[in-house]
Nanobody
Framework: QVQLVESGGGLVQAGGSLRLSCVAS????????MGWYRQAPGKQRELVAA???????NYADSVKGRFTISRDNANKTVYLQLNSLKAEDTAVYYC??????????WGNGTLVTVSS
Protein backbone atom coordinates (compact mmCIF):
# COMPACT_ATOMS: atom_id res chain seq x y z
CA GLN A 1 0.00 0.00 0.00
CA VAL A 2 1.50 3.31 -1.10
CA GLN A 3 0.60 6.49 0.71
CA LEU A 4 1.92 10.00 0.30
CA VAL A 5 1.30 12.33 3.22
CA GLU A 6 1.99 16.03 2.84
CA SER A 7 2.45 18.55 5.63
CA GLY A 8 3.76 22.05 6.19
CA GLY A 9 1.11 24.15 4.52
CA GLY A 10 -0.45 27.14 6.18
CA LEU A 11 -1.12 30.86 6.06
CA VAL A 12 1.84 33.12 5.40
CA GLN A 13 2.31 36.74 4.41
CA ALA A 14 3.66 37.68 1.03
CA GLY A 15 7.44 37.51 1.06
CA GLY A 16 7.44 34.76 3.65
CA SER A 17 8.58 31.16 3.50
CA LEU A 18 7.23 27.69 4.08
CA ARG A 19 8.66 24.20 3.88
CA LEU A 20 6.45 21.40 2.65
CA SER A 21 7.18 17.77 3.39
CA CYS A 22 5.89 14.59 1.82
CA VAL A 23 6.48 11.24 3.45
CA ALA A 24 5.99 8.12 1.36
CA SER A 25 5.07 4.69 2.62
CA UNK A 26 5.68 1.55 0.63
CA UNK A 27 8.71 0.63 -1.45
CA UNK A 28 8.51 2.93 -4.44
CA UNK A 29 10.24 6.04 -3.16
CA UNK A 30 13.74 5.34 -4.40
CA UNK A 31 12.56 4.37 -7.88
CA UNK A 32 9.96 7.11 -8.34
CA UNK A 33 10.22 10.47 -9.97
CA MET A 34 9.05 12.54 -7.02
CA GLY A 35 7.45 15.91 -7.56
CA TRP A 36 5.20 18.66 -6.33
CA TYR A 37 2.18 20.01 -8.15
CA ARG A 38 -0.34 22.66 -7.17
CA GLN A 39 -3.92 23.56 -7.96
CA ALA A 40 -5.30 27.02 -7.38
CA PRO A 41 -9.05 27.67 -7.18
CA GLY A 42 -10.61 27.48 -10.61
CA LYS A 43 -7.37 26.38 -12.28
CA GLN A 44 -5.90 23.13 -13.47
CA ARG A 45 -3.28 21.26 -11.51
CA GLU A 46 0.20 22.28 -12.61
CA LEU A 47 3.74 21.11 -12.09
CA VAL A 48 5.72 23.10 -9.54
CA ALA A 49 8.93 21.10 -9.23
CA ALA A 50 9.97 17.52 -9.87
CA UNK A 51 12.89 15.18 -10.14
CA UNK A 52 13.51 13.87 -13.60
CA UNK A 53 15.60 11.08 -15.11
CA UNK A 54 19.17 11.15 -13.88
CA UNK A 55 18.27 13.13 -10.78
CA UNK A 56 17.83 16.39 -12.65
CA UNK A 57 15.23 18.81 -11.36
CA ASN A 58 12.58 20.68 -13.29
CA TYR A 59 10.79 23.81 -12.09
CA ALA A 60 7.88 25.82 -13.34
CA ASP A 61 9.07 29.17 -14.67
CA SER A 62 6.90 30.96 -12.14
CA VAL A 63 8.80 29.47 -9.18
CA LYS A 64 12.38 29.31 -10.46
CA GLY A 65 14.75 30.97 -8.05
CA ARG A 66 12.17 30.93 -5.25
CA PHE A 67 11.28 27.28 -4.66
CA THR A 68 13.63 24.35 -4.13
CA ILE A 69 12.85 20.64 -4.23
CA SER A 70 14.97 18.19 -2.26
CA ARG A 71 14.70 14.60 -1.11
CA ASP A 72 15.86 12.36 1.72
CA ASN A 73 15.86 8.80 0.41
CA ALA A 74 16.67 7.27 3.78
CA ASN A 75 13.51 8.76 5.27
CA LYS A 76 11.41 8.49 2.09
CA THR A 77 10.70 12.19 2.21
CA VAL A 78 10.60 14.88 -0.43
CA TYR A 79 10.60 18.54 0.48
CA LEU A 80 9.62 21.76 -1.19
CA GLN A 81 11.11 24.96 0.19
CA LEU A 82 8.98 27.94 -0.73
CA ASN A 83 10.63 31.36 -0.41
CA SER A 84 9.56 34.85 -1.41
CA LEU A 85 5.96 33.72 -1.54
CA LYS A 86 3.45 35.66 -3.59
CA ALA A 87 -0.34 35.78 -3.44
CA GLU A 88 -0.44 33.86 -6.72
CA ASP A 89 1.31 30.93 -5.04
CA THR A 90 -1.89 30.28 -3.07
CA ALA A 91 -3.01 26.75 -3.89
CA VAL A 92 -3.32 23.21 -2.67
CA TYR A 93 0.08 21.58 -3.09
CA TYR A 94 0.17 17.89 -3.96
CA CYS A 95 2.97 15.39 -3.71
CA UNK A 96 3.39 12.97 -6.61
CA UNK A 97 5.30 9.73 -7.00
CA UNK A 98 5.45 8.46 -10.53
CA UNK A 99 7.23 6.05 -12.79
CA UNK A 100 5.99 6.33 -16.38
CA UNK A 101 4.15 3.25 -17.46
CA UNK A 102 4.24 1.78 -13.98
CA UNK A 103 2.61 3.90 -11.31
CA UNK A 104 1.36 7.37 -10.49
CA UNK A 105 0.41 8.19 -6.90
CA TRP A 106 -0.89 11.38 -5.33
CA GLY A 107 -1.14 12.69 -1.80
CA ASN A 108 -4.22 14.44 -0.47
CA GLY A 109 -2.62 17.85 -0.61
CA THR A 110 -1.69 20.63 1.77
CA LEU A 111 -3.09 24.14 1.49
CA VAL A 112 -0.79 27.12 1.15
CA THR A 113 -2.40 30.52 1.53
CA VAL A 114 -0.38 33.66 0.92
CA SER A 115 -1.87 36.92 2.10
CA SER A 116 -0.92 40.12 0.33
Amino acid sequence: QVQLVESGGGLVQAGGSLRLSCVASGNIFSTSYMGWYRQAPGKQRELVAAYMRGGRTNYADSVKGRFTISRDNANKTVYLQLNSLKAEDTAVYYCNAARPGAWNYWGNGTLVTVSS
